[in-house]
């Protein structure tokens, strides 16, 4: 069993010194055995830091670390049962693919004919038989990739580590990776664990996924629910693309009714105001009249050249096709800048009134002073 738990892992940089730094802050969590979990966050949320304490390349400073039922913190980096892809690929370059893969199992003293199987096994799953010969010169940049994820593959580790694996690679190369490593994570039946800023990348290959900020954890969940239902505004914003949108203002109860009021601007132009439905209304009335942050996606805004009952008014600034569809960068009275997004054969133009609904099942509502969503 490959379970990986971190309790109260934490990470201080030079301790006790001027330069002193806190990377990552009494995180808990546990990977499941054989899951493909991805850290995502922001440069500097501690992704990495944590990745390379479960790899033993940096002093645990806090905590417990345990793979399977054994603890880790003091265990040297070869006896963990893991193997790390980096995202420099850490090739060998006077050295074969053969032996750049090899280079591992002969430092253990694996036997001559264990390690040509293994080798030749993994050159196989990733397409690299044919070229086991070249040296790492001689190959594209994915190729370089594929070599790395071998050397990793034949050692047969329960847990492999990737740290940002695809960000050297070009935008069609990395699509084509991202495919190939959940594909072996399929065939392996391993715990991967994955470190990426990209939340594409974390979207389309965690089965789980862990989002950091400042070094502690703001969400764990599968992906469509970190889409669907974020906890806090942080979430929010960074699951998603375009981002979701935040609107500050108030709840208020009046006459039985709930309402959302976008804050002012500018002080003198018109915020809007409307209606919530049942399912906002009821988190509304628990809540109070109080300050709050209405969320909604770009994609769950309905744009109309018409007017309707209780439709809001915006103004379009940029309108920007991306070939399926459309991003429309809007304003609203208040002054307040937006995004939407429609269908390719709009006919909306630049500086021209629209007429807008937000698709209230999808809009979540946060409290504006700790960001964390209402229910
Ligand atoms: P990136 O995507 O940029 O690598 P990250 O989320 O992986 O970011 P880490 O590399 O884990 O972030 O770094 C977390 C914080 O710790 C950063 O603020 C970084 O400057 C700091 N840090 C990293 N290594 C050291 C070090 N050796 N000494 C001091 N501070 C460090």
Do not use: W
Request: aromatic share 8%; proline share 5%; hydrophobic share 40%.
């Amino acid at each position: 069993m490959a379970t990986v738990t971190l309790s109260k892992l934490d990470k201080t940089y030079s301790p006790g010194k001027k330069d002193s730094f806190r990377a990552v802050k009494e995180i808990d969590l546990e990977i499941r055995d054989k899951e493909f979990m991805v850290f995502v966050g922001p440069s500097g949320c501690g992704k990495s830091t944590t990745l390379r304490m479960i790899a033993g390349l940096e002093e645990i400073t806090g905590g417990t670390l345990k793979i399977g039922d054994q603890i880790m913190n003091d265990v040297e980096p070869k006896n963990r049962g893991i193997a790390m892809v980096f995202q420099n690929y850490a090739l060998y370059p006077h050295m074969t693919l053969f032996d750049n893969m090899a280079f591992g199992l002969k430092l253990s003293k694996t036997p001559r004919d264990e390690i040509k199987r293994r080798v030749d096994e993994a050159a196989e799953i990733l397409g690299l038989t044919s070229m086991l010969d070249r040296k790492p010169k001689a190959l594209s940049g994915g190729q370089r990739q594929r070599v790395a994820v071998g050397r990793a593959i034949v050692r047969k580790p329960d847990v492999f580590l990737f740290d940002e694996p695809l960000s050297n690679l070009d935008a069609k190369m990395r699509v084509q990776m991202r495919t190939e490593i959940s594909r072996l994570h399929a065939r392996l039946n391993a715990t991967m664990i994955y470190v990426t800023h990209d939340q594409v990348e974390a979207m389309t290959m965690g089965d789980r996924i862990c989002v950091m900020k400042d070094g502690n954890i703001m969400q764990v969940d599968e992906p469509l629910q970190l889409y669907n239902d974020p906890q806090n505004m942080f979430v929010a914003g960074f699951i998603g693309s375009p981002p979701m949108n935040f609107f500050p203002g108030s709840l208020q109860l009046d006459g039985g009714y709930a309402y959302f009021t976008e804050a002012e601007e500018g002080g003198n132009e018109q915020p809007f105001k409307i209606r919530l439905e049942p399912h906002l209304k009821a988190i509304a009335a628990k809540q109070g009249t109080q300050p709050a942050v209405f969320g909604v996606r770009p994609e769950h805004i309905e744009v109309s050249d018409t007017k309707g009952a209780d439709s809001i008014d915006a103004v379009l600034d940029v309108s920007e096709p991306m070939g399926a569809e459309t991003y429309l960068y809007l304003n609203t009275l208040a002054g307040r800048s937006f995004i939407a997004k429609v269908e390719a054969d709009h006919a909306f133009k630049v500086g021209q009134t629209v007429h807008l609904k937000f698709n209230q099942e999808r809009v979540a509502l946060f409290d504006q002073a700790t960001e964390q969503v209402l229910k």
